[in-house]
């Protein structure tokens, strides 16, 4: 039987060396053993951007990005978009497995129970500037919330972790929906507690001076797109969350990381990114000259590639046919027309096709966004309230894992050897100075 090592020769000292493959991976570790002398550090994995490291063993999500394939716990993302609600999802993310009956009403009571905010909380968040950026307000109140909830730190403890999730999956739609009442000088809306997770978001963001019924429709197009956005592996803000969650930092203050990591254009704000782009674009015809200023680098063709998807992202084609059904009650939203346009010419075009560009996540959902009236710089915070139960999965899983210690990596300096400091006075004029500091911040 073939062994599972891989042999490494270092022709720098002739010496052959057995590495242990584990899982279809080595041990990045292993290769310190790799020396050209006793007081040598050893080699190192180089891996800018992580693009071929594992730092983890997880068992949340799975992700074939050749065949499309994304698997929470095991179950097909579309048949959970299907048959399953968010906060079923939610459990079976948390929790490893789906609930039984009595177990998801009790997750559902839960959960329910801790939608509230502290009063303090909302006085926090009248203190942002009236044009704010919701994701920004998102981000500094879940890192305030770890100064109301001091008996978050005991990470270590289960039944603080476990309060902890309810309350952060419980408040995350009202932080969110406070945020965008700011953002249009309207009253709070407070939580009804009788309403699902969605329709309770819905009315604390939509409801005037009236009763606010949701429309079932829109409740379900929300519910799925949670389902949709739930988890995904190992992504930026999930390392994010890990990365800051391992130095055993209270898990607000590792979940505002990773709305931060979130927020950027690359990874959650893409989808605030693909309305603006749509936007600027402006009509159908335009459609080929934009498509010639993503192929010449100018611009990215935001909403399109992704690291591990390297054909359609599967849950794209659910958010595809889930427009139209939110259009069904909204009427459409024109920019889906340029959006199409951008889809079809950009599938049949080289640069796309032979760099595997596929549509992602965010391609569709900033449309179905605003035909449901949400203000683009909402969509990110649409995102990060779902993506919640991952990052806290994730989290538990690290914080559990006996292999897991504070995430620490290695650099290779290439810096200055060491110098001696030359008073101010004698200091001779470098003569790169002027372009050292030109390229520094
Ligand atoms: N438009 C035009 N060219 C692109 C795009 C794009 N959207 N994405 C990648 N490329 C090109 C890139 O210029 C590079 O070309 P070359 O090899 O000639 O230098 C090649 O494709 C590989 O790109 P990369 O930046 O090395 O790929 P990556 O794996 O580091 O980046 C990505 C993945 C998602 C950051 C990138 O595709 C991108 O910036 N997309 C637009 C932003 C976006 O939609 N982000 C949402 C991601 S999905 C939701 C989420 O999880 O956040």
């Not at 504070?406 to 050897?417: S, V």
Request: overall charge neutral; some cysteine.
């Amino acid at each position: 039987m073939a062994k599972e090592s891989l042999t490494v020769i270092d022709n720098r000292t002739g010496k052959q060396y057995e590495l242990p493959i584990e899982d279809g991976a080595i041990r990045t570790a292993d290769l310190r053993k790799i020396k050209l002398s006793d007081d040598d550090f050893g080699l190192l994995g180089y891996d800018p951007a992580l693009l071929n490291t594992a730092s983890c063993r997880s068992k949340v999500t799975y992700i074939d990005g050749e065949k499309g394939i994304l698997l929470y716990r095991g179950y097909d993302i579309e048949d959970l978009a299907e048959n399953s609600n968010y906060l079923e999802t939610a459990y079976l993310i948390v929790k490893g497995e789906l609930p039984d009956e009595e177990r998801l009403a009790a997750w559902t009571h839960n959960i329910t129970m801790h939608t509230m905010v502290h009063e303090n909380i909302k006085k926090f968040m009248t203190g942002f500037r009236y044009d704010s950026h919701p994701m920004g307000m998102l981000m500094g109140t879940i890192a305030a919330m770890s100064t109301f909830y001091p008996d978050a730190k005991d990470v270590e403890d289960l039944q603080s972790r476990r309060l902890q999730t309810r309350r952060l999956i419980g408040k995350l739609p009202t932080i969110a929906a406070f945020a965008y009442r700011h953002l249009r000088g309207l009253p709070y809306v407070y939580p009804q507690n009788e309403l699902s997770y969605t329709g309770n978001f819905l009315s604390m963001l939509f409801k005037m001076a009236g009763k606010y019924t949701p429309h079932p429709a829109i409740e379900r197009a929300l519910d799925v797109l949670f389902i949709l956005h739930a988890d995904h592996e190992q992504n930026c803000s999930t390392n994010a969350v890990r990365a800051v969650g391992s130095s055993l930092v209270d898990p607000y203050s590792a979940v505002a990381a990773g709305v931060a990591a979130l927020y950027g254009p690359r990874h959650g704000g893409a989808n605030e990114a693909v309305v603006r782009m749509l936007q600027k674009i402006g009509s159908v015809e335009n459609v080929p000259e934009a498509i010639k200023a993503f192929k010449s680098g100018e611009e990215r063709l935001m909403g399109f590639g992704h690291r591990i998807y390297k054909s359609y992202d599967p849950r794209g084609k659910i958010i595809k046919k889930l427009a139209y059904e939110v259009f069904d009650v909204t009427g459409k939203n024109p920019l889906i027309d340029i959006a199409l346009e951008l889809e079809r010419i950009a599938l049949q075009d080289d640069y796309f096709v032979s760099r595997k560009l596929y549509p992602n996540v965010d391609f569709y959902t900033g449309i179905i966004y605003q035909a449901i009236g949400f203000p683009v710089t909402m969509f990110p915070v649409l995102f990060a309230i779902p993506r919640t139960a991952g990052w806290l999965a994730q989290w538990a899983e690290m914080v559990r894992d006996p292999e897991q210690k504070i995430t620490r990596p290695r650099q290779l300096y290439m810096g200055e050897a060491r110098r001696q400091y030359v008073p101010l006075i004698e200091r001779p004029e470098p003569a790169d100075r002027e372009d050292k500091v030109a390229e520094a911040i």
